[in-house]
C-alpha cells in the first residue's frame, strides 16, 4: 500500500448511481484512481457519457426509481463477465417543502428516487455480486436522514428511509452469507450541483435565512464532493470489514451541535 492509494481495488467491479457529477463522479474518480472498473449510471446521459470517457468509465443510461432499467444495466454489466463487487446508491434529488407547502407529488417523486431508487439497486445487483464472491454497498443518506430541517419534509423521509432500510438490508445479505456489507453514508453540506442548485433557486432572503441555520453553521465549513468520496471508498474497502449495517456521517461537525 502506498500513501497515495490507501486502497486497492484491481479486479473489482463497481456501479455508481448518479456518477455524472457531484459525490458519486469524485467517488468515480477515485475507485479507478484505486484500480476499480467503473460504470457511472446517471439519467443525464450526455454529460454522463463525457465524463466517462474523460475519467476512463464506462457510462449507462439508469433511471434508478425504474426496475427495468436497473435489470437491463446488471444484465449489461453481466454480459461483459465483469461481475460486479462495489454498489454505489448515490441518485438523489432535493425537493424543498414544509408540511405546508410540500406536494404529495413531490413527495412521491422524492422517495420513488431516493427511496425506491436504493431499494431496487440493492435488490436487482444483489444477486450478481452475491455470484462475484461479494462485496459491498453504500447507500446515500444525508445528515437529513439523522437530524432535519423545517424546509426538507419529502427529502428527510427518503434519507430517514434509507438509513434503516440499509440495516434491514444488510442484516439480510448477512443472513444468507452472501458476503456482501451494506452500510449508509450521511454526507453533511457539500458543495456540488445539488446544493449550488437549490440555493441559487431560492429569493435571496429565503437563501441567507437557509445559510444561516446550515451552511453557516458548520464547523468545519462546506464539505467538498471528494471529502464524502474518500469516507465511501473508506466503506467499500477492506479497512471496513467488521462494518456492515452501520452509519457514516460525515458532516463536518454539523449534527454534533
Ligand atoms: N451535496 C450535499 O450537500 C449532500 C448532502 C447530503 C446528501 N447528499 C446526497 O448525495 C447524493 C449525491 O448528491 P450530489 O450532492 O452529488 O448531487 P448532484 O446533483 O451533483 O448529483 C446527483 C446525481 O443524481 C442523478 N440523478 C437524479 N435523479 C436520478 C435518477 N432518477 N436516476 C439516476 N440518476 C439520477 C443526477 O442526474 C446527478 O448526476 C444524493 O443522494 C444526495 O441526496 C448530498
Avoid at 436522514?145 to 423521509?157: C, E, K, L, P, R
Avoid at 438490508?169 to 456489507?181: E, P, S, Y
Amino acid at each position: 500500500m502506498s500513501a497515495t492509494a490507501p486502497h486497492e481495488f484491481t479486479g473489482q467491479t463497481a456501479l455508481i448511481s448518479g456518477g455524472a457529477s457531484g459525490i458519486g463522479l469524485a467517488t468515480a474518480k477515485r475507485l479507478i484512481a484505486s484500480g476499480a472498473t467503473v460504470w457511472i449510471a446517471d439519467i443525464q446521459d450526455e454529460k454522463g457519457e463525457q465524463i466517462a470517457e474523460e475519467i476512463g468509465a464506462t457510462y449507462v443510461h439508469l433511471d434508478v426509481s425504474k426496475e427495468a432499467d436497473w435489470i437491463s444495466v446488471v444484465e449489461l454489466i453481466a454480459s461483459q463477465g465483469e461481475g460486479l463487487n462495489l454498489l454505489m446508491n448515490n441518485a438523489g434529488i432535493v425537493i424543498g417543502g414544509t408540511l405546508e407547502t410540500q406536494t404529495a407529488e413531490e413527495f412521491l417523486q422524492t422517495t420513488n428516487i431516493n427511496l425506491l431508487g436504493v431499494f431496487l439497486g440493492c435488490k436487482v445487483c444483489a444477486p450478481l455480486m452475491t455470484i462475484s464472491g461479494g462485496g459491498a454497498i453504500v447507500n446515500v443518506s444525508s445528515i437529513w436522514g439523522m437530524v432535519s430541517d423545517s424546509g426538507a419534509v419529502a427529502y428527510s423521509a427518503s434519507k430517514g428511509g434509507v438509513r434503516t432500510m440499509t440495516k434491514a438490508i444488510a442484516l439480510d445479505l448477512a443472513d444468507r452469507g452472501t458476503h456482501i456489507r451494506a452500510n449508509s453514508i450521511h454526507p453533511g453540506f457539500t458543495a456540488t450541483p445539488m446544493v449550488e442548485d437549490s440555493v441559487s433557486e431560492m429569493e435571496p432572503e429565503e437563501a441567507a435565512q437557509f445559510a444561516a441555520r446550515t451552511i453557516e453553521r458548520v464547523p468545519l465549513g462546506l464539505g467538498e464532493a471528494d471529502q464524502i468520496a474518500a469516507a465511501t471508498v473508506f466503506l467499500f474497502s477492506k479497512d471496513s470489514s467488521f462494518m456492515t449495517g452501520s452509519e457514516l456521517v460525515v458532516d463536518g461537525g454539523f449534527t454534533a451541535a
